[in-house]
């Protein structure tokens, strides 16, 4: 089993930055893509970004490409999640999740490790 605890989130006004953290026990995560999700309230789960297994390549939601950096350090056991330029619209509780491939992939079924999540809300 694999226990995924996020950290980071709080409340920032538009504009600002976040820095979202998974720490992961249990078994590793270094052979694994990791990935985070946001769910807004009233809206489905949506892929944010993605990070193969050795951090040498990455994947991007078209909404958040150009302000959202996600990073891994595998000695560690962790992955985060860099947010920049954050918007109103990024307000979601926001998951990290370990994937069953080796490469970024932004179909939800293929992580079955979830963490609890960690809210974002960013303030116009």
């Known amino acids: 089993q694999v226990q995924l605890v996020e950290s980071g989130g709080g409340l920032v006004q538009a504009g600002g930055s976040l820095r979202l953290s998974c720490a992961a026990s249990?078994?590793?995560?270094?052979?694994?893509?990791m990935g985070w999700f946001r769910q807004a309230p009233g809206k489905e789960r949506e892929f944010v970004a993605a990070?193969?297994?050795?951090?040498?390549?990455?994947s991007y939601a078209d909404s958040v490409k150009g302000r959202f950096s996600i990073s891994r350090d595998n000695a560690k056991n962790t992955v985060a999640l860099q947010m920049n330029s954050l918007k109103p619209e990024d307000t979601a509780v926001y998951y990290c999740?370990?994937?069953?491939?080796?490469?970024?992939?932004?179909?939800?079924?293929?992580?079955?490790?979830w963490g609890q999540g960690t809210q974002v809300t960013v303030s116009s």
């Open positions: 999740a370990r994937s069953v491939l080796m490469d970024p992939v932004r179909v939800g079924a293929s992580y079955p490790y």
């Open positions: 990070i193969n297994w050795s951090g040498g390549s990455s």
């Open positions: 249990g078994r590793t995560i270094s052979s694994y893509a």
